[in-house]
């Protein structure tokens, strides 16, 4: 077949990326909260009352899935992501801008050698910005 590589010269499989669903009790709210974070909303399964959608900023993706009450038992169990950010100290000025980003305290050195900015979203899943000292 052409354009297909023969079995004895494979290459091994490559993730291109990652898109982890962050469970929301409402679609629309979340994606309101991360444009004020400066993501933009790439896609919504429906204009009124998504229970589905996408956000972007630069290279990153996230995915917003509605999530039915009763898995909201545990709170202490929200999902964490951590992202890569060059300049904290400037997206820290640019979150405290927004008056939609009430609970945000400044970045800190942490002891493991990381600079790290700390969020949480209106369901509580937690946002990580951090870049290596």
């Given at each position: 077949?052409?354009?297909?590589?023969?079995?004895?010269?494979?290459?091994?499989?490559?993730?291109?990326?990652?898109?982890?669903?962050?469970?929301c009790r409402e679609v629309a709210k979340s994606i309101a909260f991360y444009e004020a974070l400066g993501f933009r909303s790439s896609w919504q399964?429906l204009p009124v009352d998504p229970k589905y959608g996408t956000i972007r900023?630069?290279?990153?993706?996230?995915?917003?899935?509605?999530?039915?009450?009763?898995?909201?038992?545990?709170?202490?169990?929200?999902?964490?992501?951590?992202?890569?950010?060059?300049?904290?100290?400037?997206?820290?000025?640019?979150?405290?801008?927004?008056?939609?980003?009430?609970?945000?305290?400044?970045?800190?050195?942490?002891?493991?050698?990381?600079?790290?900015?700390?969020?949480?979203?209106?369901?509580?899943?937690?946002?990580?910005?951090?870049?290596?000292?």
């Open positions: 077949m052409e354009g297909r590589r023969p079995a004895n010269h494979s290459v091994p499989p490559v993730i291109e990326a990652v898109h982890p669903v962050l469970p399964d900023r630069d290279a990153a993706e996230l995915h917003l899935q509605w999530a039915d009450p009763s898995q909201w038992g545990h709170t202490g169990d929200r999902p964490v992501f951590r992202f890569l950010v060059r300049d904290l100290d400037a997206l820290f000025r640019e979150f405290s801008a927004r008056s939609e980003i009430t609970d945000i305290k400044p970045p800190f050195d942490s002891s493991w050698g990381t600079r790290e900015l700390h969020v949480r979203d209106p369901d509580g899943n937690g946002l990580q910005f951090y870049w290596p000292r």
